[in-house]
């Protein structure tokens, strides 16, 4: 049987993956979706939890977890990154599996949603310790992964390098070079020109699309970036090239602001060299409340899950937000925003560049043909502006969020799919 209600009931007042069920039943109650299927979507298809016996240097043994979860096949092979961090769990792993089923729904990609991890702090281990744990985790995966079953890809922690030996291990066992396992590859084993700076790409796309419609002049409009990692650095150096001003940006050492316009290609190589932004001279210093609640036209929170909360929701002064991080907005602080008009881009579109240019790479390995970085790079603003528009079009006609109408274009694709092939039991 699905659905049982006292089990779901448990499963939303303690976990990650409840509070990610809090948007999905909004659309899925405008979608009018009838409870059979909204049983099958808030349920994991597969998920996987095992154990990673390795070899320290030492030559000392220990044990991790691993999970992998295939969330939904309806509508292509599972897609989604592996998470290497001390706070993996299955609970977390779910919720962002779950997440990717409509991100890659929302974009229109041939892919159902997925994720993995380990329990394990990377930080602390040596390459020749990450790459055995890598070996035995994509070992311990070859019968349910491949390029028409589940295809991994880089997340928190996890390199492209790491895909590399993930790739590799899976294409000793089969006998042949499988390179479209993984996405995120090196470019000499098949990965895409354009993956690293996609998602940042996408944030910056959306965002200048949608300063457009709001009437802002993107020439000298006011951007906070939070977070300075892949997505956010490169989100602030393609907007100021655009000619926005980039009033602040923040990693985790703190905030720095400055209305006058950020050096982000002095920013960029202050924290290259140093790998952080601690000690940067070219902002204010400020706290990471302060970063958010900034005079600005735009807020990109690019960092963490759960940044903009009931605690700043009322105090943040920009007209639009654009979700780089995954989950960065808790229901609550979602609320408050829509009520004082504030215009949310919300993650499964406004960072959906990264998986978009991994389905391109995945493409291009199975065509042993590659693409030319505008190409890349074109294909790329067309396929998330293309359905960004659809987003907000739905979201104008029926007067509700971006982040609703996302969720509904989402759901709608994957039951359609679900329709079409039926359920088998
Ligand atoms: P990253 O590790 O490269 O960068 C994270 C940045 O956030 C770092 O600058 C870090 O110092 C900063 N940070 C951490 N805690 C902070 C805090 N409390 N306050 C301010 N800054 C803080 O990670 P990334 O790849 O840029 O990912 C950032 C977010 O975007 C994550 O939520 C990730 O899941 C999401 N995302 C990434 C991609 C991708 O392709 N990299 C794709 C989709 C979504």
């Not at 939303?12 to 899925?28: K, N, T």
């Not at 089923?101 to 380990?118: E, I, M, Q, S």
């Not at 700043?312 to 408050?336: F, Q, S």
Request: hydrophobic share 40%; aromatic share 8%.
């Amino acid at each position: 049987m699905i659905g049982e209600e006292p089990m779901s009931i448990a499963i939303r007042d303690v976990s990650v993956f409840g509070d990610a069920i809090a948007y999905f039943d909004e659309a899925a109650e405008l979608l009018k979706l009838e409870p059979g299927l909204r049983a099958i979507l808030t349920h994991p298809s597969r998920q996987i939890i095992f154990s990673i016996p390795f070899q320290r240097d030492t030559g000392e043994l220990e044990v991790y977890t691993g999970y992998r979860v295939q969330y939904n096949f309806a509508r292509g092979p599972a897609k989604g990154g592996i998470r290497f961090h001390p706070g993996v769990t299955l609970d977390e792993v779910t919720a962002l599996a779950f997440w990717m089923t409509w991100k890659c729904a929302a974009v229109d990609l041939p892919f159902g949603g997925g994720k993995g991890g380990v329990t394990c702090e990377p930080e602390r281990l040596s390459r020749g310790e990450l790459e055995r744990i890598t070996r035995r985790y994509a070992a311990e995966l070859i019968e349910v992964t491949g390029p028409d079953k589940d295809v991994p890809a880089p997340d928190v922690g996890t390199t492209p390098q790491i895909m590399a030996w993930f790739m590799d291990t899976y294409s000793m066992h089969r006998r042949e070079t499988v390179a479209g396992v993984v996405t995120g590859k090196p470019l000499e084993i098949g990965g895409s020109r354009g993956r690293v700076e996609a998602t940042g790409r996408g944030v910056s796309l959306c965002t200048l699309d949608q300063l457009a419609v709001m009437g802002i002049d993107s020439r000298g409009a006011r951007i906070v970036v939070q977070g300075f990692g892949n997505v956010g650095s490169i989100a602030a150096r393609l907007l100021s090239e655009a000619g926005c001003r980039i009033v602040g940006i923040s990693d985790v050492s703190g905030g720095y602001l400055n209305p006058g316009g950020i050096d982000v290609a002095a920013a960029l190589a202050y924290s290259q060299e140093h790998h952080s932004l601690d000690g940067f001279r070219g902002g204010e210093r400020v706290s990471n409340t302060m970063l958010i609640e900034a005079d600005s036209d735009v807020l990109v929170p690019a960092a963490l899950e759960k940044q903009i909360t009931i605690d700043n929701a009322a105090g943040i002064r920009a007209k639009l937000i654009v979700e780089g991080a995954n989950g960065p907005t808790t229901p609550e602080a979602d609320h408050i925003l829509a009520q004082r008009g504030v215009v949310i881009i919300p993650d499964i579109i406004a960072n959906a560049g990264g998986v978009i240019v991994s389905y391109f790479e995945w493409v291009q390995d199975r065509q042993g043909y590659f693409w030319k970085e505008p190409e890349v790079n074109e294909r790329l603003s067309d396929q998330l502006l293309t359905n960004f528009h659809i987003v907000r079009e739905l979201a104008t006609l029926r007067g509700i969020s971006m982040r609703t109408a996302a969720y509904m274009v989402a759901i709608d694709r994957v039951v359609a799919a679900m329709r079409i092939r039926g359920v088998y039991a």
